[in-house]
């Protein structure tokens, strides 16, 4: 079985101040996918980010990193100079890529603040 | 493309009633996913195909819930009878699982029982 785990519910964070949002996972499969989302105030589920288990280098898109170390199941994003924009509830996901199950799981999230 | 699009975006009905959700994946994607989001429990897969066939629906209550796919252009979930425990958001997702690609989720469905 797979999990994530978020431990920080909530953050704040100054306007064009770098943040990370803590994600730690557990799977017993060899090959899996780390995501992250951004979900606004209205709903929506955006795709951010993407880091394959294999993958040698962290992945980047734009503001958003993801800082994965891989021996201590752990796949933070780090945004950097935050925006208004960024407060957003911010979900973990990951899932096999392997044969098999190709179920999401997700964390239960942490609702970024940006800060004016 | 125009996303993944749902249908309707709310719904309030009252304990009882038949409810019907309704998606349309992106055209190419063999993969569709439903997803509840309530605050207690995050978000929960209820069910998945791929290629119209229903792969794992573990996570669906299937006294009351049932899912289809009779194209693949389509997919419904329905609830009967609706109970109040079922408010919620409900997302439906696709995918295109080639390469490792996120899904892409439509703006959900918000569903309120009273």
């Known amino acids: 079985a797979q999990k994530i785990t978020q431990t920080q519910p909530g953050m704040f964070v100054q306007e064009k101040e770098a943040v990370t949002l803590d994600c730690t996972y557990d799977?017993?499969?060899?090959?899996?996918?780390l995501f992250w989302y951004k979900q606004p105030s209205s709903g929506e589920m955006i795709f951010l980010i993407y880091?394959?288990?294999?993958?040698?280098q962290n992945a980047t898109e734009g503001r958003y990193s993801l800082n994965f170390q891989k021996a201590r199941k752990s796949a933070n994003l780090v945004i950097s100079a935050s925006q208004l924009g960024d407060s957003a509830m911010y979900f973990c996901?990951?899932?096999?890529?392997?044969?098999?199950?190709?179920?999401?799981?997700f964390g239960k999230g942490t609702k970024l603040s940006v800060i004016p | 493309d125009a996303g993944v699009i749902q249908s309707p975006r709310h719904e309030v009905t009252e304990m009882g009633q038949e409810v019907t959700l309704r998606c349309k994946p992106i055209?190419?994607?063999?993969?569709l996913f439903w997803y509840r989001q309530t605050m207690m429990q995050g978000l929960e897969l209820l069910v998945y195909?791929?290629?119209?066939?229903?792969?794992?629906d573990s996570g669906m209550p299937k006294d009351r819930f049932s899912a289809k796919m009779p194209n693949a252009s389509f997919s419904t979930l329905k609830i009967q009878p609706s109970e109040p425990r079922d408010s919620a958001v409900y997302f439906c997702?696709?995918?295109?699982?080639?390469?490792?690609?996120?899904?892409?989720f439509g703006s959900g469905t918000r569903l309120t029982v009273v």
């Open positions: 997702a696709s995918s295109y699982l080639r390469g490792n690609y996120g899904y892409t």
């Open positions: 055209s190419g994607h063999d993969y």
């Open positions: 195909f791929n290629n119209k066939a229903v792969m794992d």
């Open positions: 880091q394959g288990s294999y993958d040698q």
């Open positions: 996901a990951m899932r096999r890529t392997g044969a098999g199950s190709y179920q999401l799981t």
């Open positions: 799977t017993s499969d060899p090959s899996y996918g």
